[in-house]
């Protein structure tokens, strides 16, 4: 499992490097973020739920079943948008409405 940063998608806005509990979040001398020491990340995933730009994937290996697809998340409305794009270029799409957790 890792995080992987999109340089060109990071617009430096500092919410993953909040959100990083480990603290290994930093920024270039871009203003883009970028993970210090990569084999100190645990894949909590924090950084990425922060992230509004798609700017950050979580690498889905096949420890986890993800068979190397990459996981974005982003806002749409009141909903989190989960994108998993597969090895292919295959995109499948999933939102979740935070108020509706409780419903089932």
Known sequence: MSIQIQKDKCVGCGRCIEACP?????????GKA???HMRDCWGC??????????AIQFFLGADIGGRGSKLTVSKKGDCNVWKIEDLQGHIRTIEVNPKDANKY
């Open 45 to 54: 995933t924090s950084c990425l739920k922060e992230c509004r730009l798609g």
């Open 22 to 30: 480990g603290n290994l979040i930093k920024k270039d001398i871009d």
């Open 34 to 36: 970028y993970i210090k």
